[in-house]
């Protein structure tokens, strides 16, 4: 079952832009473009379990919305081009989980949703790609009817690559989500892990390496449904 996120933006280049993202990193979209219209979207349909809220809406303005989403248990990442102390303070206070000034990079836009899902209990405890399942909660993954053991770097590598489909992750940007910040080893450590996982799951030849940059995990799926939609 795929997480379901509402965007509330304006713009809709913006709000084209982050759902052709979320939905190529597996999660499923809903797109408003105005602040009335996404109120009464609310009152309708509360079975989200995120939403991305602009702030300068047309009609109600994204400060008003914040109330009704969280009454109705929707955690709110406000992703808006108003960086000043009060409005974030404001916004944060007023109950959303999370607030992002624009502009904004797509990745640590995904990596604050995944965080923001895991810390309110949305989290999906299963990944899937082809014959490969993923199990979060016990940390076991099978191929086919075969449980594959990995060892606890090697399992998180692959999460990460799972969470974040159809994006280059160069290699120090793999070393940050997997091994921590503070982690000394040497970019060597990604390419070590990404040969076993290859090696242990028919799966992972979808991590593609990428000349001078880092690896991709490509899901042929997500690529054939966004140009059928192009």
């Known amino acids: 079952m795929k997480y379901k996120i509402l965007v509330i933006e304006?713009?809709?280049?913006?709000?084209?832009?982050?759902?052709?993202n979320l939905e190529t990193a597996g999660y499923e979209t809903a797109a408003v473009y105005d602040g009335n219209e996404a109120a009464k979207r609310v009152r309708e349909?509360?079975?989200?379990?995120?939403?991305?809220?602009?702030?300068?809406?047309?009609g109600r303005d994204g400060f008003s919305l914040i109330g009704p989403l969280t009454e109705r248990r929707i955690p709110v990442l406000c992703l808006t081009a108003r960086g000043d102390v009060d409005s974030k303070v404001r916004g944060l206070k007023m109950g959303a989980e999370d607030y992002?000034?624009?502009?904004?990079?797509?990745?640590e836009l995904l990596v604050?949703?995944?965080?923001i899902l895991g810390r309110?209990?949305?989290?999906?405890?299963?990944l899937t790609f082809r014959q490969l399942k993923v199990d979060m909660g016990s940390r076991r993954v099978?191929?086919?009817?075969?449980?594959?053991?990995l060892k606890p770097m090697e399992f998180r590598l692959l999460t990460v690559f799972l969470k974040n489909r159809n994006i280059m992750l160069p290699r120090d940007r793999l070393l940050d989500l997997v091994w921590g910040e503070d982690f000394l080893g040497e970019s060597r450590t990604v390419d070590v892990?990404?040969?076993?996982l290859r090696k242990k799951l028919k799966s992972c030849e979808a991590i593609v390496t990428v000349p001078r940059g880092g690896y991709?995990?490509?899901?042929?799926?997500?690529?054939r449904e966004e140009r059928k939609r192009s």
């Open 100 to 107: 992002m000034v624009k502009p904004f990079e797509i990745l």
């Open 216 to 223: 991709l995990f490509e899901d042929d799926q997500a690529v």
């Open 193 to 196: 892990h990404v040969a076993k």
């Open 120 to 126: 309110t209990g949305k989290k999906n405890a299963l």
């Open 142 to 149: 099978w191929e086919g009817e075969a449980e594959v053991g």
């Open 45 to 58: 349909d509360s079975d989200y379990d995120l939403a991305l809220v602009d702030l300068m809406l047309p």
């Open 112 to 115: 604050r949703v995944e965080k």
């Open 10 to 20: 304006d713009d809709r280049d913006i709000s084209n832009l982050i759902c052709m």
